[in-house]
């Protein structure tokens, strides 16, 4: 008797395990870019983007001001846009960008939930998410031929969540929160410069 009810804990164990899933991944990004528009209407025949530092970097970031560039030759806000700008270049305006990245990894949290994963011999990974945070930071200085200046500011957040079983999926998973939280910072940004500048473009 007593074996027959330790075969059915164990068997209803096993169904909880196969039914919450031992693997998967996650990703959340804040604002969601498809709720942000990748387009605008024209306003400057030509553009300058320059890189400011960033007081951040995480290098699998890549390179976030030349994606900031392309999201705006993309967009039709501007008919020319120049990155890097070259001082022979004549624009409208030149926008001077800072984009920082930061990363962190949720040590303890993770560490936790690793500990008891193993403690409990995994039957407790099912229930465990690793999350991982990533905050990106714009800041944008408009600054037109005629010497006016303009500040723009945007940030996003993204979160990665893995299960245990999927640990080796987190480069991928990374990678595509990256991806997703740049493309919302860009278009923030982009829709900051389209509603709040503008310009004589020439026809």
Known sequence: MHRGRV????????????????????????????SLSAT??????????????AAYVYPAAGEPVAGFASTLERSGVSEKVYYPIRPDDTVDAVLDTQ???TFDQN???NFAKAFFT?????LLEPLFWYEY????????????????RLRLDATSTGTFGVKFFSLAEANEGEGETLRQAK????????????????SNPSP
């Open 99 to 101: 984009i920082d990245v």
């Open 107 to 109: 040590n303890g949290s």
């Open 7 to 34: 075969g059915l804990a164990a068997g209803l164990m096993a169904m909880a395990i196969v039914a919450v899933g031992c693997t998967g991944r996650s990703v959340v990004v804040r604002p969601d870019p498809q």
């Open 183 to 198: 493309e919302s910072l860009y278009r923030q940004m982009l829709g900051q410069l389209a509603g709040r500048t503008t």
């Open 133 to 148: 945070d990533y905050v990106l930071s714009g800041k944008v200085d408009v600054v037109k031929q005629n010497g006016s």
């Open 40 to 53: 605008a209407p024209r306003q400057f025949a030509a553009l300058g983007v320059r890189a400011v530092p």
């Open 118 to 122: 193993g403690f409990t011999m995994f």
